[in-house]
T-cell receptor, first 114, second 111 residues
């Protein structure tokens, strides 16, 4: 299966709490993306990594968001502290970087911050 | 103005109809053009992928890219209820680089 696995699928938390979202396995595919989807903004790119190094995180509010790849098969997105405006579906996607390679998305983490 | 504009829909068609989904873009540097399909509460999945201008056909689906007009289309022939989903166009500058997405068009095919 080309899809990545995202956990948790759903998360409800109170404003101010830390949220950690996970994406695995990456299986050596070298480019990993984090997108956020809302009704108002659609799919927005937050950050992406190549070979575990961040290439572009300009879409992330850096004061509260952080994205990392602790190892070659795991990507994480953290929000601390969370705010109600962070409520969205967060998607991880991977690309194998070869010619013509598409994005393979996970099924997302649906985050609700109250 | 967004870099990628997609016809907002929603679209509702009877089974068997031909469906046309469209996007326009402003940046002539885009080279790779994709269509993704997203079912409710699922992640987008790649449907069609085209490099530069031209047509590409895959079964009932045809993707068209007109770079001179900065316009791309996805045609679905003999539409089926199982085609009911949100369709997202996406574009990128380089292969395996970041993609910019349209806002999506929700299609309902009625039996």
């Amino acid at each position: 299966d080309a899809r990545v696995t995202q956990t948790p699928r759903h998360k409800v938390t109170e404003m101010g709490q830390e949220v950690t979202m996970r994406c695995q396995p990456i299986l050596g595919h070298n480019t990993v993306f984090w997108y956020r989807q809302t009704m108002m903004q659609g799919l927005e790119l937050l950050a992406y990594f190549r070979n575990r190094a961040p290439l572009d995180d300009s879409g992330m509010p850096k004061d509260r968001f952080s994205a990392e790849m602790p190892d070659a098969t795991l990507a994480t997105l953290k929000i601390q502290p969370s705010e109600p405006r962070d409520s969205a579906v967060y998607f991880c996607a991977r690309s194998d970087g070869t010619s013509g390679s598409p994005l393979h998305f996970g099924n997302g983490t649906r985050l609700t911050v109250t | 103005q967004k870099e990628v504009e997609q016809d907002p829909g929603p679209l509702s068609v009877p089974e068997g109809a031909i469906v046309s989904l469209n996007c326009t873009y402003s940046n002539s540097a885009f080279q790779y053009f994709m269509w993704y399909r997203q079912y409710s509460r699922k992640g987008p999945e790649l449907l069609m992928y085209t490099y530069s201008s031209g047509n590409k056909e895959d079964g009932r689906f045809t993707a068209q890219v007109d770079k001179s007009s900065k316009y791309i289309s996805l045609f679905i022939r003999d539409s089926q209820p199982s085609d009911s989903a949100t369709y997202l166009c996406a574009m990128s500058y380089t292969n395996a680089g970041k993609s910019t997405f349209g806002d999506g068009t929700t299609l309902t095919v009625k039996p």
